[in-house]
């Protein structure tokens, strides 16, 4: 008699390994990408600033961002001790970039701005791309009527200069007692959906006409089942690329709305430093209060922007080099 057969592998074990064989493959492509790679290196720095915040701060090695500092030593005080001759303080070995106007040490508040800087724009980006991938996916499946109303309200939003709505949406929040990071999520989020609602409607409807996808209309399929189970997850690549290229924009965004004033009352930010630092005067008495903030915010963006562009190129294949 022949050796018993062995039990066949289950089905999530076999998801699991082809994930694992996609996965590895993408990284042999995306090593390749000179540019994504360097992306990639720089936004490992910003995440491990943003997670490392919190403990550097207890371990002391950073100072609180409210902190007010007193004495030749700079250490921590109140601020009903705090003394003006740490105000505007300039850059030395205690403190790498000086002091703002309340004597708060700037390298910290650098350090925890990309916290949540960085948050605002992944949430940002996340509303975005979930009301846009709803949109275009209901869009381009169902089409008719349902396709025409939804296609026109995105019209709408794509014809509206985006930082003009983001603006009026923000000083509406502020007015009924908002202007916290949450809104300023929510408000950037719902101002940059309607691209990828149109980048997702174009991909569901080359899509839903393979013969896959026809099979399982053949079968009984739900639409439902049919839109999230199949379409989806064809269409999430260019998603997903398209999601770090909006955080860029979101960034950018809230860096803008500090700007003006219309950033987050409750957070420390790199767009809420450059506001502090115009509204001080820093420019005449401390440059670096501002050039800073605003050298990481450039810096950020570009990893983003270089990472967008580099998994566009490998989940796209026809920006893909030959």
């Not at 000179?34 to 090695?61: D, E, K, N, Y």
């Not at 703002?100 to 940002?124: K, P």
């Not at 996340?126 to 846009?132: E, K, N, R």
């Not at 983001?166 to 929510?186: N, P, T, V, Y």
Request: aromatic share 10%.
């Amino acid at each position: 008699m022949g050796e018993p057969m062995g039990r066949p592998e289950s089905l999530l074990l076999v998801r699991l390994r082809n994930s694992w064989d996609r996965f590895l493959r993408f990284g042999s492509v995306f090593r390749d990408s000179r540019l994504g790679m360097v992306g990639l290196i720089l936004l490992l720095i910003f995440t491990f600033m943003a997670a490392s915040a919190g403990l550097l701060t207890s371990s002391g090695l950073l100072r609180s961002p409210t902190a007010s500092l007193c004495g030749a030593d700079f250490h921590v005080c109140t601020p009903t001790d705090a003394t003006p001759e740490m105000n505007f303080a300039p850059p030395s070995s205690v403190v790498w970039l000086g002091t703002d106007n309340y004597g708060r040490d700037l390298f910290s508040r650098l350090w925890w701005g990309t916290q949540m800087t960085m948050l605002i724009g992944i949430m940002a980006s996340f509303i975005s791309m979930g009301l846009g991938t709803f949109v275009g996916m209901v869009a381009g499946y169902y089409g008719g009527w349902t396709d025409e109303v939804l296609m026109r309200i995105t019209d709408f939003f794509l014809v509206l200069p985006t930082i003009v709505l983001a603006i009026i949406l923000a000083g509406m929040f502020r007015e009924a007692g908002g202007g916290s990071s949450a809104s300023i999520m929510f408000v950037i989020g719902i101002t940059l959906w309607a691209s990828t609602a149109r980048l997702v409607r174009s991909q569901v409807l080359s899509l839903k006409e393979r013969q896959s996808i026809e099979r399982e209309k053949a079968v009984g399929a739900s639409q439902t089942r049919i839109v999230w189970y199949h379409i989806f997850p064809n269409a999430f690549s260019l998603v997903f690329a398209e999601a770090i290229l909006t955080i860029a924009v979101a960034i950018l965004t809230e860096a803008f709305m500090s700007f003006i004033g219309l950033g987050p009352a409750d957070a420390t930010t790199w767009g809420k430093m450059i506001e502090e630092g115009i509204m001080y005067s820093a420019i005449e008495r401390q440059p670096i209060w501002i050039i800073a903030p605003g050298v990481a915010i450039v810096i950020v963006v570009l990893a983003f922007t270089l990472l967008g562009y580099a998994l566009d190129e490998i989940m796209n294949p026809r920006l893909r080099r030959r």
